[in-house]
């Protein structure tokens, strides 16, 4: 095994901790709380409960036994297992919600980016017939009049344009 950091091997007794993800932690905990809660659990029936169900039961209490440690386990693995599927449905929602706004950001900066390069085309559209009118005397009249409609629509568009991106 080699470090990450490093090309020299590590050795084998040397143990890298990585960062644990929220749900490695929570299963981590899992991993603790379980078996001692299992464990103080058997105890506490050993020590207490299966005397008294002995005492009032007799030899047949090894069924009471039975129960309790054939309800224990089933049910303490399906609590496990319902919470693990909870935490993973979580982070699942997670990564899909992190999707979901990379996806939108990225839009907006393409978004950004088209609405730039269509205001400079229309400005330097703009400008080309503002200075077409100007510097030619030579126009026809309906001419100089399609360049300045012409004119106007780009300055609205451009002027459209921008109000849609200040808001």
């Not at 950091?5 to 991993?31: G, K, T, Y």
């Not at 299992?38 to 002995?54: K, M, R, T």
């Not at 386990?73 to 979901?100: C, I, K, M, N």
Request: proline share 4%.
């Amino acid at each position: 095994m080699t470090n990450k950091l490093d090309s020299r091997p590590v050795p084998a007794n040397e143990r890298i901790d990585l960062p644990l993800s929220p749900i490695r932690r929570r299963i981590h905990r899992l991993m603790r709380v379980i078996p001692i809660s299992l464990l103080l659990f058997v105890f506490v029936y050993e020590f207490s409960l299966s005397a008294w169900a002995e005492s009032r039961l007799g030899a047949g209490y090894h069924l009471i036994d039975l129960l309790i440690y054939g309800l224990v386990g089933p049910v303490s693995a399906y609590l496990v297992l319902h919470f693990l599927d909870r935490w993973l449905e979580e982070r699942e929602t997670s990564e899909l919600q992190a999707q979901l706004l990379t996806q939108a950001r990225q839009r907006a900066q393409t978004s950004a980016e088209l609405s730039d390069t269509a205001l400079q085309t229309l400005f330097a559209a703009s400008i080309l017939i503002s200075s077409l009118k100007s510097g030619s005397t030579e126009l026809l009249p309906e001419t100089k009049i399609d360049l300045a409609r012409t004119e106007e629509s780009l300055n609205r568009a451009i002027q459209q344009i921008r109000d849609h991106l200040e808001s």
